[in-house]
């Protein structure tokens, strides 16, 4: 299986974004997908997961209540919508699948996507 999110830029603060992440090849549908973010200078940080069979979300308490993420079966593609952006939300954010429906431990997941970059400004 292979990902590929895109979707980042630079947005003000109080903006939004919505990062997709495209599935291709062969994918196995019990698998879950998360996003994880990387800021310069920071550990990676889980940002949410989502079961892809029932389509069940989870987050991280630094973006609860602000980012959502979705999935479309039919176009294999995961979102991550990016509401009321902050500064410190700035990071290089990835896409990411494994075998465990819901992980917040990157180490869970086998098959990463290349990072797409988020600048929020102030």
């Known amino acids: 299986v292979q990902l590929q999110a895109s979707g980042g830029g630079l947005v003000p603060a109080g903006g939004y974004l919505r990062l997709p992440c495209v599935i291709s090849?062969?994918?196995?549908?019990?698998?879950?997908f998360g996003w994880f973010r990387q800021a310069p200078g920071k550990e990676r940080e889980f940002v949410g997961a989502?079961?892809?069979?029932?389509?069940?979300?989870y987050y991280g308490d630094s973006v609860k209540g602000r980012f959502t993420m979705s999935r479309d079966v039919p176009k294999k593609t995961v979102y991550l919508q990016m509401n009321s952006l902050k500064p410190e939300d700035t990071a290089v954010y990835s896409c990411?699948?494994?075998?465990?429906?819901?992980?917040?431990?990157?180490?869970?997941?086998?098959?990463w996507g290349q990072g797409t970059l988020v600048t929020v400004s102030s």
């Open positions: 990411a699948t494994g075998p465990r429906e819901v992980s917040r431990w990157y180490s869970e997941y086998d098959f």
């Open positions: 090849g062969h994918m196995i549908s019990s698998y879950g």
């Open positions: 989502i079961t892809w069979r029932e389509g069940k979300t």
